[in-house]
């Protein structure tokens, strides 16, 4: 009836959203069932069974818990590299141009090539965090960049008038109307991180779930890296859920 | 001033940043007396550059095929189901939720899982590009599609226009500016994630070139070939950048 960019009521919209969901698992379970891509593709209901047995949770557990741990700690780096140089562009202008040139740079070195730098400049255990580091500052960079310059002139110009020392108009000013887009640069961060940290296990961490993947992959256990990698994506929506909440709190009182 | 002397100031400027790091990593490497085959200085990576371009050149082509190929792929696949879903709000909304849940996965990881399935080569570099492509493509076109000027789509419905006609002459072009942003989003992603998938499994490109001279301990190509990936990268996202400016100033 009303085709094209037509908006349906809320209930409508859930059946629809949870329809697409089942659609999706069904497809998942009917060619992993009749083998339609080979053996390479298990049933839903054999990844399901190896997330649920109890005899793989240690396995499970032990490769996450590093994992996280390793991510949390390149996430809290990275938070503290990415705001340093934001509030330091932006508390001297005259290094804006060349900090936002390196920040790109830095950020389209592949990270399969800061791997290496870091093993020869840090440990083979601290990598992981190290690249999840480097992946997550140059989000919040950014996003703290465009934060930072977010109040309105007019603010500006009162507080300059009323004799406001820069320092008191960052703290005053400038980082609350920073923290809409920070938040959102904190939320896209997760992901990156979790990248970052994946690929850094992948240069030969003692464990991780990156290292299970690899193990799984080299060893055709087909089910356990399918269920390694659904374990990922679930940890990675997880957190990024979580930081949407703390983003829409920080819309809702700064924006 | 003269023209040189405000070039170099502008350079300086802008550039600082990036002449730090390579000096300190210059400094770093003499003064910790590194081997080459532990971290090469910036001057042996230039020298192998220069002398063996044929090496860089030959993956780089692949590389860059890749990300050309798995852009055009993913942008294309990305904006049709934009569309499709335009068209039926059934599909859109199926879609959505499942859109919005694999765009915050990590698709790095499902490298493995591409390659178990399509095979070591080619296309598995090809596919992982394409995915990597289809979802900013198919999320920012989504949002483009309804972010019509106040007014006009009951302007067309007033005046009959059929859902082709809307589509064509309305939703397409109000797309137009969120579609450049997906482009120059993808773009920055296409030769990196291309890059990853070769040093997992490659038989080619910057990727391989750099897995296979790092495990022969030549450590001057491999950062030859990051360098490399490095500017291939850039410019990929410079060039979206540039549509996306052109873009803008066109339809503000």
Sequence with gaps: MSRGGANRSGPARAALGIAGLLLFLCAWQAIGYYRLAGLSWPPLTDVIALLADPERWPLLGRALSATLAAMTAGYLLGIVLGLGAAVGAHMFPIAHPGTDRLAAVVNSIPSIALGPVFIVFLSRESTAAAIAAAHAAFIIYVAASSGLAAASRGHRDLLVVLGASRLSRLRHLDLPASLPSLSTGLKLAVPAALIGTIIGEWFGAPRGLGVLIVNAMQNFQIALLWSVVVLIASTSLALYSALSLLERACYARFA | ?252
């Excluded at chain 2, 996965?105 to 289809?134: E, N």
């Excluded at chain 2, 419905?157 to 002459?169: D, E, F, K, Q, S």
């Excluded at chain 2, 080619?204 to 490095?230: C, H, P, Q, W």
């Design chain 2, 1 to 252: 001033m003269n023209a040189i002397g405000r070039t170099a100031v502008a350079v300086l400027r802008n550039g600082w940043g990036i002449l730090l790091l390579i000096i300190v990593w210059q400094a770093w490497v003499t003064a910790m007396n590194f081997n080459a085959i532990v971290m090469p200085r910036p001057l042996g990576v230039l020298q192998d550059l220069i002398g063996f371009p044929e090496v860089y050149w030959k993956n780089a082509v692949y590389t860059i095929g890749a990300a050309v190929i798995g852009l055009v792929l993913g942008m294309a696949l990305g904006t049709g189901l934009a569309i499709l879903a335009w068209l039926s709000d059934v599909l859109e909304g199926m879609l959505t939720p499942l859109t919005v849940l694999f765009s915050s996965v990590p698709v790095v990881t499902i490298i493995p899982i591409v390659a178990r399935l399509l095979g070591y080569d080619f296309s598995t570099v090809l596919a992982i590009v394409v995915i990597i492509c289809f979802f900013p493509a198919f999320v920012f076109t989504t949002s483009g599609l309804k972010a019509l000027p106040a007014g006009a789509d009951d302007l067309f419905r007033v005046l009959g226009a059929r859902t082709p006609a809307r589509l064509l002459r309305l939703a397409l072009p109000a797309a137009v500016p969120n579609w450049s942003v997906a482009l120059r989003v993808a773009a920055g992603h296409a030769v990196l994630g291309a890059m990853i998938a070769e040093y997992l499994m490659g038989t080619a490109g910057l990727g391989y070139l750099f897995a296979e001279t790092k495990s022969d301990f030549n450590m001057e190509r491999a950062f030859g070939a990051t360098a490399v990936a490095m500017v291939v990268s850039i410019l990929f996202f410079a060039a979206a950048l540039a549509v996306e400016r052109r873009v803008k100033e066109r339809w503000n």
